[in-house]
Structure formats: structure tokens, C-alpha cells
């Protein structure tokens, strides 16, 4: 059974940073890309990041170019965001999200449950 | 920057009724990039069809997908009481990825 868990999640200041972590398992998480959706409370989907399997290729939206970076460790089936520089507008709930190959060009086919990132003073 | 736009914003059906979806994206979309996913309430979205027209894994056959370049479909032929929920369109083609806002199935 395919899981993705995150975690990291939380309230932080303006300017602050945040990690994200999401552990991946039930799936070869090597072979599949992985990317960031975000979801303001009670909005629609914004795509954020999306890594390759082989940790080759990253794309990122314009809204967090800059700021945020994903990476990934094959080894420990763990998927990360580092977030920078967090502004109020990066307030919603982020969801780890499995392609389903190497990759990333394929629909978002399976999704965690999400994990909620607040950027407040 | 592809932008989908999808109607009705809300859509009040009953259990049994058919349900028709509609996305239309600004720029042609290849079928091969065009998912569908349903959102329950305090839930991730889960795909329901990828390709346009292929249903996803464990996905029942009352939900179907069709369409081509900027104009695409998602039908619901019997809605069964699991089926109310918010239901995206995305395009996966090309970066950014984008979603449709959202089309609400209720009862």
C-alpha cells in the first residue's frame, strides 16, 4: 500500500524558513518523481515543485523560484522542501505528491494527506 | 501559463443523477497531459483519470473522461453518495502545471 507521510509543518514568522519532510513507502520510491502541491484552507490546487527520480531534473512555480528547494534522499525514501524567505501568501496546506514514473511527466497519482504550513507573526 | 477554467462553479444533482463536468483550457492541451481528480472533505485528491480518457487504478467504470485540445469532459453517470465532492481538472504537460478551480458536486 502506497503512504506518504509529512511532516515539518507548522507556524512560522515572516522571513522565516520551514523543512518539509514526506517518508515515502509501499512503491520503489527511486523510480517515480515526486513533486509539492499546495492548497490554500478552503481554495484550489497550486502546483509548487516537482524533482525527477534520479534527482536530475527540478522545475519549480514562478511563486516560489528562488526561495524554496526540493530535494530528495533515494536512500531513506524521503522526500524534502526547504522553504526561505516564507511570506503570508505561502500560508496553506502542502501535499507530497508521487508521479507515477522516473519521469516527470506523468499525472499526480497518489497524494498524502498534507501538512499545514502558517506564516504569521 | 495554461489556465483552466471549469464550469459549473457548483453543480446540486441527486444520488443516481448524471453528472457532466466541463475544463477549458486557454491554449490547446494534449490529451496525453489532462487528469482529473475528486476531493473530499479533509482529504488529498485522488486521480480518477489521466490522459484525458484512461481511469485510473481502482477507479469504477461510472466515471469517464473525453475531449481534445482546449475542451474536455468529465462524466459521472450515476453519482453514488461518495461521488459529493470538489472535482479539479489539471493540465500536466508542460511547466507550470495548473489546475482548474474546481467544480463542487452536491447534493
Known amino acids: 500500500e502506497v503512504q506518504l507521510v509529512e511532516s515539518g509543518g507548522g507556524l512560522v514568522q515572516p522571513g522565516g524558513s520551514l523543512r518539509l519532510s514526506c517518508a515515502a513507502s509501499g512503491f520503489t520510491f527511486s523510480s517515480c518523481a515526486m513533486s509539492w502541491v499546495r492548497q490554500d484552507p478552503g481554495k484550489g490546487l497550486e502546483w509548487v515543485s516537482t524533482?525527477?527520480?534520479?534527482?536530475?531534473?527540478?522545475y519549480y512555480a514562478d511563486s516560489v523560484k528562488g526561495r524554496f528547494t526540493i530535494s530528495r534522499d533515494n536512500s531513506k525514501n524521503t522526500l524534502y522542501m526547504q522553504m526561505n524567505s516564507l511570506r503570508a501568501e505561502d500560508t496553506a496546506l502542502y501535499y507530497c505528491?508521487?508521479?507515477?514514473?522516473?519521469?516527470?511527466?506523468?499525472?499526480?497519482?497518489?497524494w498524502g494527506q498534507g501538512i499545514l504550513v502558517t506564516v504569521s507573526s | 501559463e495554461i489556465v483552466l477554467t471549469q464550469s459549473p462553479g457548483t453543480l446540486s444533482l441527486s444520488p443516481g443523477e448524471r453528472a457532466t463536468l466541463s475544463c477549458r483550457a486557454s491554449q490547446s492541451v494534449s490529451s496525453d497531459f489532462l487528469a482529473w481528480y475528486r476531493q473530499k472533505p479533509g482529504q488529498g485528491p485522488r486521480l480518477l483519470i489521466y490522459?484525458?480518457?484512461s481511469r485510473a487504478t481502482g477507479i469504477p467504470g461510472r466515471f469517464s473522461g473525453s475531449g481534445s485540445g482546449t475542451d474536455f469532459t468529465l462524466t459521472i453517470s450515476r453519482l453514488e453518495p461518495e461521488d459529493f465532492a470538489v472535482y479539479y481538472c489539471q493540465q500536466y504537460e508542460r511547466p507550470p502545471l495548473t489546475f482548474g478551480g474546481g467544480t463542487k458536486v452536491e447534493i
Open positions: 505528491v508521487k508521479r507515477p514514473r522516473i519521469a516527470a511527466d506523468g499525472p499526480f497519482d497518489f
Open positions: 524533482i525527477g527520480g534520479n534527482d536530475d531534473s527540478t
Open positions: 490522459g484525458a480518457s
